[in-house]
């Protein structure tokens, strides 16, 4: 019996886990048929995955990079499927943001624009974070004059999984939200969830990927720490040498200008200076 098995914390998470975890949704989409089929239903036509990754870094080193939960190519499209629990991760520009860099890593110099592939930016969210009571939304761009569709070859689906019609979808949605496998709809969800929570190396394989992520955790606090503290250092270094000039005339705004204090830090050194 391994480790984990004894670890009533590991094995009682895992029994709560539910596809729309999203980290439990990209070992789940592991899986290239139990992916394929969760996209039919959700796009309602057949699909071909050429190629498939889960938690798929797409890096900027002008800006901001991201971190994509499950990235799919297709013949013709290119689809990033994210599961958000709030509006904050679901915020349409943030779609947007995601399209951006997609397009830009994917496409390569002197491209015809008209090859440019299709792309599908698909959210899963636990609330619906539109407000329009809708169990799926799917978004795409429009002339303002006509109303007719700009087609530039993109998609934004919003599913809102708090709506469980008696439908596909809304069985999928059911399915993403069960902590159960005897009550999922799906067999192919069944099946691959079943696999993880009720069987040996299954729950093994979990707990191997947990101690990953808690090893990783524990390195990222440990440079954010390392971070921190330098920054706190530089800080203790300015308020000293702001405390040394003000006691040589300047006043406290002068000192600020002088070391380029931007004012949303300002209060953090008159503390320091005070305390």
Sequence with gaps: MFVCERNTEY???ISRLKVIDDDFMRIVFKDKECLTQFLEIILERPIEIIEWHVQYDINNILGR???IDVFVKTEN???NIEVQRDYTGA???RARFH?????ASTSYPKEE?????RMIIIFITEEDVLGYGLPIYHVHRTIDENNQIFDDGSEIIYINASIQEDNALGRLMHDFLCSETSDMHYEFLRKRVSYFKETEGGRKEMCEIWEEI???????GIQEGIIEGEARGRREEKSEMIQKIIEK?????????????????????IQRMIS
């Design 214 to 220: 808690k090893r990783k955790g524990k390195q990222e």
């Design 249 to 269: 005339g300047y006043t406290l705004e002068e000192a600020f200008d002088l070391f380029d204090i931007p004012e949303e830090e300002q209060p953090v050194y």
């Design 113 to 117: 624009w008209k090859d440019l592939p």
């Design 77 to 79: 499209h290119y689809i």
């Design 91 to 93: 915020n349409p520009r």
């Design 11 to 13: 094995l009682d998470a």
């Design 65 to 67: 990079s991201i971190s």
């Design 99 to 103: 399209g951006s860099l997609i397009d």
